[in-house]
């Protein structure tokens, strides 16, 4: 009996093994016949910007008559540590699609960008064809330009406030003549000219506006202090970043902007100038900086500073203290700094630590790890206190809220006549 099946079942299987075959070619007669099958294209900026999401866009045409799934598989530069990035769909015949994603990079820098690899099915979905593309697209990554816009829009359409800017009372008249203009409702009395007002009749106000050309310095330590990351970030990178968008709002307010890197070993300038080409000069020089894991010399930026900068001037020092007694052995040096130009000493809160302050602790180890991170935060205090005895202005910020609280600083020091 069992005979009689065996010639019925392999006949069976010869039929299948035919039919899969006819499949086979017939797929892959749709998938490689001749003419141009898939065009692909990844369209990069010219530069990413540091810690912001940069928009990325995979444009995708095929020419096949019937519709098509497809598989891409975009290669990332190896900073981003991703080998999964792909995207699958459908796509109608002779159609095209568009697909968008976000990258975020966390380090300056140059990034290499893989093949663009394209997987085709026909509707039989049995052979999948590849198309390469776009092979090793490099781009770099500058500091935050996309931040330094956003700020650089508010200040220019009058709405800082929005991104957590503070409007600050101007104190007294300690600001250039402008112009003579009709008085509106609003106004300060104090300002109404007089004899401007006989003149024409009706009330007429002084105007006046920022005093202009001051130079603003950034003041970037590159020690092993700013290499703590806070949000994948350094906090150098947060320094950088803070420092191009205090630059771009400087020579907005007709300010001098300029910066000043050091270490152990040196010190870097690029002197203070006023012309908006002068910004690519600061962008460029803060895209190479990097901290090289040892103490920096804060004598030796001292003596740079006194050969270089003859003019009063605000310095904006980024660096970080973590202890009363890692302050108290730069203090001569800040003391000095301070006699002969504006200082504003800006240093991190850590921010990990507010979390475990903020926290209930539930056993001994907790209760002493909350102690230290108490201890630690006390400390911070303490150092700003210490220095505005001294006269030196302070900022203790969050890393994410430096650009603000710097801007803010400079704002308020320019309100009140202190440059």
């Not at 106004?187 to 005093?211: C, F, H, P």
Request: glycine letters at 4%; a positive charge.
């Amino acid at each position: 009996m069992l005979g009689y099946f065996y010639p019925v079942i392999g006949a069976i299987a010869e039929i299948l093994l035919l039919a899969l075959s006819v499949c086979l070619v017939t797929d892959a007669l749709l998938l490689f016949y001749p003419g141009p099958g898939v065009d692909a294209t990844r369209n990069l900026p010219k530069r990413l910007s540091n810690g912001d999401p940069n928009a990325i866009s995979i444009n995708l045409q095929h020419y096949y008559p019937f519709e098509v799934g497809f598989t891409i598989i975009d290669e990332l530069p190896f900073q981003f540590q991703k080998r999964d990035h792909n995207f699958n769909d459908s796509l109608a015949p002779k159609k095209q699609t568009k697909i968008s994603y976000k990258l975020t990079p966390t380090q300056r820098g140059s990034y290499t960008f893989g093949a663009l690899n394209i997987y085709i099915t026909s509707p039989l979905e049995l052979i999948e064809r590849r198309y390469r593309f776009d092979e090793e697209q490099e781009v770099p990554v500058y500091p935050s330009f996309i931040q330094m816009r956003q700020f650089e829009l508010y200040a220019i359409s009058d709405r800082l406030q929005d991104v957590g800017i503070k409007k600050i009372r101007r104190i007294g008249h300690t600001m250039e003549f402008d112009q003579i203009r009709e008085y509106v409702r609003g106004d300060d009395v104090r300002s109404i000219n007089w004899k401007a007002t006989a003149r024409a009749g009706d009330l007429m106000v002084n105007q006046y506006r920022d005093e202009r050309s001051q130079q603003v310095y950034s003041v970037i330590d590159t020690g092993r202090v700013m290499k703590m990351p806070f949000d994948g970030l350094q906090l150098l990178d947060y320094a950088i970043n803070s420092s191009l968008a205090i630059s771009n709002i400087a020579l907005t307010k007709h300010d001098k902007a300029g910066l000043i890197t050091f270490g152990d070993k040196g010190c870097n300038i690029v002197p203070a100038q006023k012309k908006r080409a002068h910004l690519q000069k600061i962008q460029k020089a803060l895209y190479n900086v990097d901290t090289d894991f040892k103490e920096s010399d804060f004598n030796r930026l001292l003596t740079f500073m006194h050969n270089r900068i003859s003019q009063r001037s605000l310095i904006l020092l980024y660096t970080n203290f973590q202890t009363i007694e890692s302050m108290k052995r730069k203090l001569p040096v800040l003391q000095q700094l301070a006699s002969k130009h504006l200082l504003v000493n800006i240093f991190f809160i850590n921010t990990e630590l507010d979390d475990l302050l903020q926290s209930t602790p539930k056993s001994e180890e907790e209760i002493y790890i909350k102690t230290v991170a108490e201890k630690f935060n006390y400390e911070k205090k303490s150092i700003v206190k210490m220095l505005n005895q001294r006269g030196i202005q302070t900022i203790l910020s969050r890393p994410q809220d430096l650009s603000i609280n710097t801007i803010n600083k400079y704002l308020e020091l320019k309100a009140r006549g202190f440059i």
